[in-house]
């Protein structure tokens, strides 16, 4: 049984900074691309950042780009998104997810594994 749990969020200034936690279990990390998702109040969940397997590929969303960063530590069977310069417009509940193969991916439909979900909130 796959499980992603995820810790990290909380409350934060404008341009400050958070690190979001997603440890899997349950299969071997390193052969799945993972990523990492959001969704604010009344919007649709959106790609946030994924990374392949080996992590060597990274794949940003425009409206994060230069400001977060996601890395994976296959030893530890972690991910981790680094997040600077927040703004208020990136509150939102994180999802963490484990992509069905090795690629990186934006589409959610191609993630068969989901976290619970962390809240960041970022006060202006």
């Known amino acids: 049984q796959v499980q992603l749990t995820e810790s990290g969020g909380g409350l934060v200034q404008a341009g400050g900074s958070l690190t979001l936690s997603c440890v899997a279990s349950g299969r071997t990390f390193s052969n799945h691309g993972m990523g990492w998702f959001r969704q604010a109040p009344e919007k649709e969940r959106e790609f946030v950042a994924g990374v392949s397997g080996s992590g060597g590929i990274a794949s940003h969303a425009n409206s994060v780009k230069g400001r977060f960063s996601i890395i994976r530590d296959n030893a530890q069977d972690t991910v981790y998104l680094e997040m600077n310069s927040l703004k208020p417009e990136d509150t939102a509940v994180y999802y963490c997810?484990?992509?069905?193969?090795?690629?990186?991916?934006?589409?959610?439909?191609?993630?068969?594994?989901w976290g619970q979900g962390i809240q960041v909130t970022v006060s202006s």
């Open positions: 997810a484990q992509g069905i193969n090795y690629y990186v991916t934006r589409s959610a439909s191609e993630y068969d594994y």
